[in-house]
């Protein structure tokens, strides 16, 4: 279950259905994209649970607009798959949170997606800068994600919220080798860029 825990000190009351503070309901805009079901039925639940604890959250769902504001850091809150990245190495996602923080109204800095949090920690950008040249199999690879993650997850820019399971069929009429739970050689969703890998594994059935 998806759950949001939230701590206020005494400052906040609730007398009614919401907390306030020097007359004014604590509220929360949650951002979602129009375009993907999926996150919106997400951001459904968070706006339920936050209501219910006291929060009058609301949801908007935005066209394009949404990765403007993203980029520029015109929001409150969103949800999106923003942190999505690593297969086999921690390195792509967390490097997403690197660098140093755009001011409000300014485009991120990096990647398209990188850093939109305006989040900074240089102690944090040092250790995944480590991580991007320390080779998979090295044992010091485990000890560097360690440090990073407990300075990601002590001021959390961002957090994990949901897991979504996907089902993804394929059909052997025309191509064999796609990966199984017995072949497992690369994760098989076909809208990734890794999904090259299992292009070069089929073959075409007999």
């Keep these: 279950m998806n759950a949001i825990r939230i701590h206020f000190n005494s400052k906040y009351t609730k007398d009614g259905d919401y907390w306030e503070k020097d007359g004014e309901e604590l509220t929360l805009e949650i951002q979602v994209p129009e375009d993907f079901i999926e996150l919106i039925r997400i951001g459904d639940v968070y706006v339920e649970q936050l209501q219910k604890f006291g929060i009058n959250a609301t949801e908007v769902k935005l066209g394009s607009v949404f990765y403007d504001n993203a980029s520029e850091g015109d929001y409150e809150a969103q949800s999106n798959w923003f942190a999505c990245g690593s297969v086999n190495e921690p390195w792509t996602t967390l490097n997403q949170f690197t660098g140093e923080a755009a001011p409000i109204g300014e485009r991120a800095k990096g990647g398209p997606i990188n850093n939109q949090w305006r989040w900074s920690n240089q102690e944090y950008s040092d250790i995944v800068a480590e991580i991007g040249v320390t080779k998979v199999d090295d044992p010091k690879l485990l000890e560097l994600t360690e440090k990073a993650l407990a300075i990601l997850y002590d001021e959390l820019p961002a957090f994990p919220a949901a897991q979504s399971r996907k089902i993804v069929p394929f059909n052997y009429t025309y191509w ?13 969703c076909n809208w990734c860029n890794l999904w090259v890998v299992a292009m070069t594994k089929l073959d075409k059935a007999p």
């Design 176 to 188: 064999t080798g796609f990966p199984t739970s017995e072949n497992y050689y690369v994760f098989p």
